[in-house]
């Protein structure tokens, strides 16, 4: 099983570049404890996506701490890496978004994979299920997602941008992305476009299960993204969308996959201390190793 960890981003709320920022008790990153969650559940092979810049850094600092027997793959997300036939002469201040960051694994995954953010910590049972659904799955139009209870994934700091799921049974059936979510005098609002959340709903937080067949369809998916981009500094081809647009068109089954953990993100520059906090107290209660990898 492989898990893919998008950490390309520019860090542009948080200040700098997150992913790469003192989290655990050690020094540890915050992606650390998401690739040591995910070994213990038997993911073998790790893929990160980053910049071109930090891809020599990232995979020696990973090599010399992944157990043997685990593969890794650190990739660049470069904005000269387009389908076929496809040109493209601006600038850009960013990357293409979270779909053309998976779609740079295309030549290093064939298997049925989990995707996640690098600087979002996701709680230890939510790779047991992930595992757990990707052992049973055995068609190329099985996708799921790892959901989470919309109150507790909100920043005190600030709005945050959600993607707030819809349901029946167990399938998945829209995820609509709210922009400007955030909590004040009790209530819930995104300022964006009205709207007000009890706080109970379920919301992506962009762990994904996906399947190789995701490939093809992203690179259609951003072959017309690109005809169609009017300006060359804006845009960007999400990840959520094509998966949508394979549920609607019936090329994929979303299986709502309920986290059963505690998720805390950095989005903020004051997220950090609760960051470190809650690390320090996991590992505190031997829910963590410390330091967490043997050969440190």
């Not at 076929?84 to 293409?96: D, H, I, M, T, V």
């Not at 167990?170 to 909590?183: C, G, M, P, Q, T």
Request: proline share 5%; charged share 25%.
């Amino acid at each position: 099983m492989t898990l893919l960890l998008m950490a390309a981003g520019r860090g542009s709320r948080y200040g700098k570049l997150k992913q790469f920022d003192d989290m655990g008790p050690n020094g540890e990153f915050l992606m650390e404890f998401s690739i040591h969650d995910a070994i213990t559940n038997g993911f073998e092979h790790i893929v990160v996506i980053t910049q071109k810049d930090n891809v020599d850094y990232l995979r020696e600092y990973l090599s010399e701490r992944l157990p043997s027997g685990v593969s890794l793959d650190v990739l660049a997300q470069e904005l000269t890496d387009l389908p076929a036939g496809s040109q493209f002469a601006g600038e850009r201040p960013k990357p293409w978004g979270t779909a053309h960051a998976v779609w740079t694994a295309r030549n290093v995954i064939s298997n049925p994979f989990a995707v996640i953010n690098a600087d979002d910590y996701y709680g230890q049972a939510a790779y047991s299920h992930a595992a757990d659904f990707i052992k049973k799955t055995d068609s190329d139009e099985a996708f799921g997602i790892v959901a989470y209870t919309l109150k507790d994934t909100l920043s005190p700091y600030g709005s945050v941008s959600r993607g707030v799921c819809s349901q029946e049974g167990k399938s998945l059936l829209s995820v609509d992305e709210r922009l400007e979510i955030a909590e004040s005098d009790g209530q819930i609002k995104d300022s964006d476009s009205g709207l007000n959340f009890s706080g109970e709903e379920l919301v992506s937080m962009n762990f994904w299960v996906c399947q190789p067949s995701i490939f093809p369809k992203i690179e259609a998916d951003f072959k017309a993204f690109l005809n169609t981009l009017e300006d060359p500094a804006k845009g960007e081809i999400y990840l959520p969308f094509v998966i949508q647009d394979m549920l609607r068109t019936g090329s994929a089954q979303v299986e709502v996959i309920p986290s059963e953990s505690k998720w805390f993100g950095i989005t903020y520059a004051a997220d950090k201390e609760k960051a470190m906090a809650e690390l320090a107290r996991l590992s505190s209660a031997g829910k963590y190793p410390a330091p967490l990898w043997k050969n440190t």
